[in-house]
Every structure is written in structure tokens, then in C-alpha cells.
């Protein structure tokens, strides 16, 4: 593009040459350098200012030049009861031309509106530009709107008329904002992975951060952990569209005018083989394909909705657990933390799932969701209050901050769906409503209270509006409802930072309110409690990015059950805590590590179990939360591993590479040992010995638990 031209431009009235007649309830807009003129002078002086601007900024494209072009361009424009230009419309020859036109009324700045009847109004502009410049140039007093005598709040119908025929095309997508996201209210995605990225900044001393409710807002995390700088320093130097979109983008970047939209394709593709002492070497795979939307509508509501299309066939471990979930209406399974399985060929699991919401942020303080998805309640990598390894389930959620307080509360539609209380082909209904209140005590002390109530659709009773209160204490409206008109349980978490590279957390959680139990020494049934204790050391050694993580999870038997079955702490055949449900000692060694797009993690666990032995309605030993304690073996003497002693190892190794940050597209791969002993040998609790190694091309937005 050649230098800028000097010229002057003329502007033509439907009136050739004729004064702008101004009523006494009219007046022009203003610019700054106008406003010591007279208000007679006013339009003089708003047209030379006009035209100066435009004569210092006009860039004329080559091609006007190439192509010897002699002729016009005619621009439409406004001016707003705002003071902002709008160039509304624009005939000319070459697109560039249109660009050109554009690009400088982008720079033009916020003037005084005009007015009539000294009320702000909109005032439009017809504006022929000669080419070349050097044709144009400049009479006094010609500088008109596009009535011959305007009325300021009634457009020219010409105008208007071209206005409405050209909206369509003056929809433009702008250059993609890469802070959208990063200062959205969507949730990052629950993935241990993507949040050990920045757990450490969210953990230092000093911060006012709350960690323990899960999933985090971008919005919440960005101030600690800048993710449009941690972009820039990941992102590769690719030029070409396909470059781009595979290292760097989304696949579709859509901005405009106080809005954006992504549009991204999904896989989580996976080809393993299985080494079982129990059966022949076997291939496995899991073939998900996908689609995730996610944009912004102003400042205050952002969306997000994934639609996941999945077939697989697992190691046989996991096939029999899948089985063991098998829910009502003659599916086979249910595959843990996705949904409902249809059989496939050759006995493999066909798998739809979709998950989404849509995220409202009134003001500072409140945050409203309404979606499909999964939530987690803790700093480790197991929750005891409330985790993501169940399928998703409807939700409505309120999260309030302010001071060192941030308060979530949740109102959950779940589903039991046993055969035995499945009606007319339906799964019976449960609710659930939890709330919990976190609070920084200190710098370095973080304490949180917890608590939840299930009910059922028993009696027509529906959705409880007892439960909408955020502040009721659950366990009276329990008692209000009936003695088995809900299951309530409570909860404590804490967590001490002892400097900005250690941290150690906690949580407690009671299933059954009876303080003489709890603390007794007898071993009474009714002693339903868990407890974890961990410890993060961050940059472990002084090796930077290196992450270590200490775990341990005790859960005595009977927690989580009811003796109203179907008012257990379970969704869709599968707890909502532990995944391993009760009776359990669990020692947890994890390390993560990361260099720029390569990472690594290996996991060890160490537990010992007590498992059901034969008919649950016969004896229940409290391991299983599908159970009534009615059917308890005892009142007293109640011990841990009762039932069928099950010790069990598992150790898992990830190495991969992100292929793209913007998607969390990755390649890896994924060993898993494991080793299971039971004392008792029977058809549903066998000794098994399983190395299962998994390549994969996954797109991470949720976490997989092989871990049972």
C-alpha cells in the first residue's frame, strides 16, 4: 500500500450546494476541537474536523492505484447518541476499498452527540469520497445529514432502507481475543492434569484463593495464573491454517461485538493390550469422537456444551466392573464416570454422552450455573464429600464470594437405577442439595464445612423447596420430613500452607449423627466416618515443576448406605465420594511433572478392602453402599476389611505431549499394573493380575478412574 495522499474531500448534499437549515431544537454534534465554536459555526466546524481526520488517516489500497480507478465511494454513516462513529454502509468498487473505509472510521474518536430538544440522538451522514483524491475538494457549509432539512431522531428512508438490506453483511468477525477465555466464567475443565498446571500459584501463602470446590471458574484462576502469557510462551510459530489450528487455536475462533464462540472437534482415542493371568492376551480401545462449543455473550453469561459419541472395550477388569454397574432395562453396564452402556459388537460397550451449562456472573459476588456435568469437594486427588468419578448428572449451583468466604451451594437431580425400584420402564428419581462454606482463616489456614441431604420422589413429594434455603442446617429439615424422609452426612475440610512449596489437607466426613458411637471404643455400626490426610510439595527438591503428593483415605464401614436404599450417597449404581464406597484403607503416592508441552505423572496405590460375600440382602458387611445396615451381621464389633479381605495394587505411569493448549489435545502413553488378592475366591471377587498398556490421542476434558 502506497503512503497516505494528501486531499481534501467534499461532502454532497441531496441539496447540491445548499446551507444545512438546522431547526432552533437541533444542534450538531461536537467535537473537541469544536467546542469554543459558535453553534452557527458548529457544522462548519464538525465538517472541516471531519475531513481532516480522514485526510491524515485514509489509506488508499494499491489496487485503486494498479487498476487507474476514477470514480467514487459513498459511505453511510452515523453518528450516535453515544458520540461514537458507525459506518453503516459502504458502496464501492473493491472490497479493499470497504476495508480501507472502515478501518478508518475504527479510529475516529467519541464525540459530544448531537441533540434535539437538548435530549442526545443519532445523527447520519452521507459521505461521497472522489477517487483519486486529488479530485476531491473541499466547499464550505456543504457538510449535511442526509435529510435536506433533517429530522434528527427519524432516519433518511433511503437509508434506513440500505441499512437493513446490508445488515447481514456488516456482521464481521473480528480479530479472536485469546483473554476471552482466560477471564470467562466457564469452568475449566475437571482434569487432574490441567490443574496441577497451577496449583502451586493457587496454594501460595497470602492468597485469598478457596480451592477445595471444584471446578474452577477461569475468571477465579486467572489473577494468579496469567493463561494468555502461559499461551505466549507455548505457542509455536506456525503461519499456515492447518498450523495454527493444530499447535495454537481453536478449530473455529468466532469474535464480534461483545461476544465470542469457539467450536472445537474432540477424540479420546485409545489402542491397548492386555497381559491377564486369568485369559489370553487380548487387544483393547476406546473410540470417542466429540464436539465442544463454549463462548460469551457479554461480560455476565458464558456457555459451554460437549456431545461425545464413544464404543470401547477395556481391560477385563474394568469390563467386569462395567458389568457389575449393570442398571435396569437390559443394557449390560454402565461405564464408571461416562453413562449408560448398549451392548456392541462382539461384546464391546457403545456409550453416548453429552455434558454442558450455562454460566451467569450478575456482579462480583455471585456466579450461577445450570448444566449437565460433575462436581468435586476437596484439595486431593480423592474426595470423601463429593467427587467427579460418577456420570453426569442435571445441577444448579450458586457460588458466592466475598471476604475470606466463598459459599457453594448445589441442588442436584439424581438416579437409582436398580431393577428394584424401576417403574414403568423409568429410573426412580433422588435429589440431592449440599452446601459448602470455605473459609480463610489466615495467610496460611483454610477451613471448610460441608454438608448434604438426599431425598427421594417417594409420596409424589417431588423437589423439596425446604432445601433452596442456602442456609438451613440439612439435618433438621431431615428430621422435619420424616425419620426416613432424607439422608444427611456432614463434612469438615482443611488445609495449612506451611510455605509456598508444601501444603497438608484434610477431610472428615460423618454419616450418622450419634457422638457416643463415633467416639465409643464397642465398634458400633452406627460409627459411619472417614477421614483423609495429605501433603503437596511443590517444586520438590528444588526441581522446578516437579510435584510430589502423599495421600491416605480411611472409610469405616456402612458409610454412604441408608437403610432406605434408594436414599444412599449414590448416583446411577456408582458412589458420589469414594469410588471405592466403604470399608477401606488407601495410601496414595503421586508425581507430576512438566517442560513446556511434554509432561509425565506416575501414580502408586496401596489398599485394602472389604468386600460383600454372597446375597447383600442375606449379610451386609457395609462395603458396598448399595445395602441396608439392617442386614448388618451385628450391632457392635463392627471392624474394618469385614466381609471378604481384598488387598489390592495399582500403579499407572503417563508420559506425553500437548499438541495444543488451546483444546488440551494430547498425545501419551499409559502402563497400568495392577494386582488384586482376595481371600475369598468366588464369582464375583477373584485374585487377578493385569499389565495394560494404553497409546493415546485424547482431547482432556474429564478424567478416567482405572483405579478400582
Not at 467450536?263 to 485409545?270: F, I, M, S, W, Y
Not at 489370553?280 to 459451554?304: D, M
Not at 503421586?590 to 509432561?599: D, G
Amino acid at each position: 500500500m502506497r503512503n497516505k495522499v494528501a486531499a481534501f474531500l467534499f461532502l454532497i448534499s441531496v441539496l447540491s450546494n445548499a446551507q444545512v437549515v438546522l431547526s432552533d431544537f437541533e444542534k450538531y454534534p461536537v467535537f473537541q476541537e469544536c467546542k469554543d465554536a459558535s453553534i452557527n459555526r458548529l457544522p462548519d466546524c464538525f465538517n472541516q474536523t471531519i475531513v481532516d481526520f480522514i485526510t491524515k488517516n485514509l489509506k488508499v489500497p494499491d489496487k485503486v492505484f494498479q487498476e487507474q480507478f476514477e470514480g467514487k465511494i459513498v459511505l453511510l454513516f452515523e453518528v450516535t447518541r453515544e458520540g461514537k462513529f458507525r459506518l453503516l454502509y459502504t458502496d464501492a468498487i473493491y472490497k479493499e476499498l470497504k476495508i480501507a473505509a472502515q478501518e478508518v472510521f475504527d479510529l475516529l474518536p467519541v464525540i459530544e452527540p448531537a441533540t434535539y430538544n437538548s435530549e442526545a440522538t443519532y445523527m447520519q451522514f452521507s459521505l461521497p469520497v472522489l477517487l483519486p483524491l486529488s479530485r476531491n475538494k473541499i466547499e464550505s457549509n456543504l457538510m449535511e445529514s442526509t435529510g435536506a432539512s433533517p429530522r434528527l431522531n427519524k432516519p433518511d428512508v433511503n437509508a434506513t432502507e440500505n441499512k437493513l438490506q446490508t445488515e447481514y453483511d456488516r456482521i464481521q468477525n473480528k480479530i479472536f481475543d485469546l483473554k476471552n477465555e482466560s477471564k470467562s466464567h466457564l469452568n475449566i475443565p475437571l482434569s487432574h492434569q490441567i490443574y496441577s498446571r497451577f496449583d502451586q500459584e493457587l496454594n501460595s501463602v497470602g492468597v485469598n484463593t478457596h480451592t477445595a470446590s471444584k471446578p474452577f471458574l477461569y475468571s477465579s484462576v486467572d489473577p494468579y495464573y496469567d493463561f494468555t502469557e502461559k499461551a505466549a510462551i507455548l505457542r509455536k510459530p506456525k503461519t499456515t491454517w492447518l498450523g495454527r489450528k493444530w499447535y495454537n487455536e481453536h478449530m473455529v475462533q468466532i469474535q464480534g461485538d461483545n461476544y465470542w464462540i469457539t467450536l472445537d472437534p474432540a477424540a479420546d482415542l485409545q489402542l491397548g493390550y492386555e497381559t491377564d493371568e486369568l485369559k489370553k492376551n487380548s487387544f483393547t480401545y476406546n473410540n470417542t469422537r466429540a464436539v465442544f462449543v463454549q463462548g460469551g455473550l457479554g461480560k455476565k453469561i458464558n456457555f459451554f456444551a460437549a456431545v461425545y459419541e464413544s464404543q470401547g472395550r477395556f481391560a477385563q477388569y474394568y469390563n467386569d466392573i462395567i458389568r457389575s454397574l449393570r442398571p435396569d432395562g437390559g443394557n449390560p453396564g454402565i461405564v464408571p464416570g461416562r453413562g449408560i452402556a448398549k451392548e456392541g459388537r462382539k461384546g464391546d460397550f457403545d456409550y453416548p454422552t453429552a455434558e454442558g451449562y450455562i454460566s451467569y456472573t450478575p456482579n462480583e459476588f455471585f456466579n450461577v450455573q445450570l448444566g449437565h456435568g460433575k462436581q468435586f469437594v476437596g484439595d486431593g486427588y480423592r474426595s470423601l464429600l463429593l467427587s467427579d468419578n460418577t456420570s453426569y448428572f442435571p445441577y444448579l449451583k450458586l457460588n458466592t464470594k466475598f471476604w475470606k468466604i466463598k459459599y457453594t451451594n448445589t441442588w442436584t437431580s439424581l438416579r437409582d437405577v436398580r431393577p428394584e425400584v424401576t417403574a414403568d420402564g423409568s429410573f426412580r428419581t433422588k435429589y440431592m442439595s449440599n452446601h459448602y462454606l470455605s473459609w480463610n482463616v489466615s495467610k496460611k489456614l483454610n477451613l471448610g464445612f460441608f454438608e448434604s441431604v438426599l431425598w427421594d420422589d417417594e409420596n409424589d413429594r417431588g423437589f423439596d423447596f425446604n432445601y433452596l434455603n442456602p442456609v438451613i442446617f440439612y439435618r433438621a429439615i431431615e428430621f422435619s420430613t420424616g425419620s426416613r424422609g432424607g439422608n444427611a452426612l456432614i463434612g469438615l475440610t482443611g488445609k495449612y500452607k506451611f510455605n509456598n512449596h508444601l501444603n497438608f489437607y484434610g477431610q472428615i466426613v460423618i454419616d450418622e449423627f450419634s457422638g457416643s458411637d463415633i467416639l465409643g471404643s464397642n465398634g458400633s455400626y452406627k460409627n459411619k466416618q472417614g477421614f483423609q490426610f495429605g501433603a503437596k510439595y511443590y517444586d520438590a527438591f528444588g526441581v522446578q515443576n516437579l510435584t510430589l503428593q502423599g495421600e491416605y483415605n480411611q472409610v469405616r464401614p456402612y458409610v454412604y448406605s441408608n437403610n432406605e436404599i434408594q436414599l444412599n450417597y449414590g448416583h446411577a449404581n456408582q458412589s458420589l465420594a469414594h469410588q471405592w464406597g466403604a470399608n477401606f484403607k488407601e495410601l496414595i503416592g503421586i508425581a507430576r511433572y512438566e517442560y513446556h508441552r511434554w509432561y509425565g505423572s506416575a501414580k502408586v496405590i496401596f489398599g485394602t478392602r472389604g468386600f460383600e460375600i454372597g446375597d447383600i440382602n442375606d449379610v451386609y458387611y457395609g462395603g458396598s453402599i448399595y445395602g441396608s445396615d439392617e442386614n448388618r451381621p451385628s450391632d457392635n464389633g463392627i471392624d474394618f476389611f469385614q466381609g471378604n479381605k481384598v488387598k489390592s495394587f495399582h500403579a499407572d505411569l503417563e508420559m506425553g505431549y500437548l499438541i495444543n493448549p488451546a483444546t488440551n489435545l494430547k498425545v501419551y502413553i499409559n502402563p497400568i499394573f495392577r494386582d488384586f488378592k482376595s481371600e475369598i475366591q468366588d464369582v464375583q471377587t477373584f485374585d487377578t493380575n493385569t499389565l495394560w498398556v494404553n497409546i493415546g490421542f485424547r482431547t482432556d476434558l474429564f478424567n478416567w478412574y482405572y483405579d478400582y
